[in-house]
C-alpha cells in the first residue's frame, strides 16, 4: 500500500522551473559522489587497474546507471524527495498525492532522462502549459510540489 502523503495533490503550488533546476544541481552533485564510489569500487576488484576491457567498461556503465536509478527510485518511493528535493521543498507524489510506485519512478526516470537530452525539451515544456508539468510528469502520471516553509513555534 503506497503512503499517502496529502488530501489533496492540489492544495501545494507546483515550483518554477528555475527551482526545478536548482534541486537538480544538488542532486547532480550526489550522483557525481555516488559515480565515484563505484569506480572506485571497480578499480578495486579490477585489482588496482584502470577499467579497459569492452566487458570490464559495460559493467560500470551498467553500474553507474543501476546506482543512479537506484538513488532516485529509492528516494521517491521512500519519500518523495531526493537531497536536492529536500533543500528546495519539492516532492515528487502520484497525481492523486501518494507516493511513487517503483514503476512510475521507472518511468519517471528514463522520462527525464529524454527530457534532459532532447536539450531539456521536457523540462521547458513546463513554461508551455497550464498544469505546468514536465515530459516525464505526464508519462508517469506524477507530479512535483513545492511544499510550504515549515511553521517555527516561537
Known amino acids: 500500500m503506497p503512503r499517502f502523503f496529502l488530501d489533496d495533490a492540489n492544495q501545494h503550488q507546483l515550483p518554477s522551473l528555475i ?85 512510475q519512478a521507472l518511468i519517471r526516470f528514463f522520462g527525464a532522462a529524454i527530457s534532459i537530452m532532447t536539450l531539456g525539451a521536457g523540462y521547458w515544456a513546463t513554461l508551455l502549459s497550464d498544469e505546468r508539468l514536465t515530459w516525464h510528469e505526464r508519462w508517469s502520471n506524477s507530479v512535483t510540489v513545492r511544499l510550504p516553509k515549515p511553521v517555527r513555534d516561537s
Open 19 to 103: 527551482i526545478r533546476v536548482m534541486a537538480m544541481i544538488y542532486d547532480a552533485l550526489i550522483i557525481l559522489a555516488i559515480w565515484f564510489l563505484v569506480g572506485a569500487f571497480g578499480v578495486i576488484l579490477n585489482q588496482g587497474e584502470a577499467v579497459d576491457s569492452f566487458l570490464g567498461q559495460a559493467a560500470l556503465k551498467s553500474a553507474l546507471l543501476c546506482s543512479t536509478f537506484l538513488f532516485f527510485g529509492y528516494s521517491w518511493t521512500r519519500s518523495g524527495q531526493t537531497i536536492g528535493m529536500m533543500a528546495w521543498r519539492l516532492r515528487a507524489q502520484s497525481e492523486k498525492g501518494y507516493s511513487l510506485t517503483w514503476t
